[in-house]
């Protein structure tokens, strides 16, 4: 009896051995014929990466501040009478680049005025700008949401601003006791941004 079982547990180790080469021999085959039909790409292209500097620079050369105290509604013909603010912006770095010119609220002029409950309406406020001698733009500062210019600046080029402000002359007593107090503000876009943002 003990021989019929030594020699039913010799088959199993057979049996079983005979599964472990078998799957070994298919496994083999299977990578050998990957090998085969698989094939190496080598990158031929070179990545490069490239830094530039970036610097754009507002230069104000504003006597007093950018604000409307005390003003009252005038006429556009008025208005364009008004003295000019002006300010330069330059490209210093070492590459050309995207901007967006804007005006945006004072806030530390509010705060420091104790105005910040009497901020005047953008709707009220019209406006003249002018951009390197060329023609100049007039509008509501609130149509344009304080944008004043867009554009693309070379490397090395400097252009100049002349901006106008008054109270449009529709404007009704609600504008009485409201101040305006803005700033100059320059952001540069990346070129993965629109310009329309």
């Not at 105005?115 to 023609?135: H, P």
Request: glycine content about 6%.
């Amino acid at each position: 009896m003990k021989k019929k079982q030594a020699k039913d547990l010799n088959k199993k180790i057979n049996k079983l051995g005979l599964c472990v080469l078998i799957l070994s021999i298919i496994i083999c085959v299977f990578a050998v014929s990957y090998a085969i039909w698989t094939k190496v790409y080598e990158g031929k292209k070179v990545n490069l990466i490239e830094t530039a500097t970036l610097i754009l620079t507002l230069d104000e050369s504003l006597d007093n501040a950018i604000s409307l105290v005390n003003a009252v509604p005038v006429s556009d013909d008025k208005g364009l009478t008004f003295d000019a603010y002006t300010f330069k912006l330059k490209n210093s770095g070492t590459v050309g680049a995207n901007y967006r010119l804007m005006i945006v609220n004072d806030t530390d002029t509010y705060q420091k005025d104790g105005c910040i409950n009497s901020k005047l309406d953008w709707s009220n406020i019209r406006y003249s700008f002018q951009k390197n001698n060329e023609a100049s733009i007039k509008g509501t500062l609130a149509d344009t949401a304080g944008i004043l210019d867009l554009g693309e600046i070379a490397k090395g080029e400097v252009n100049s601003y002349s901006l106008k402000l008054w109270i449009k002359s529709s404007a009704t007593n609600e504008i009485m006791n409201q101040h305006f107090h803005g700033v100059i503000k320059v952001e540069a876009i990346q070129e993965d941004q629109k310009l329309e943002d």
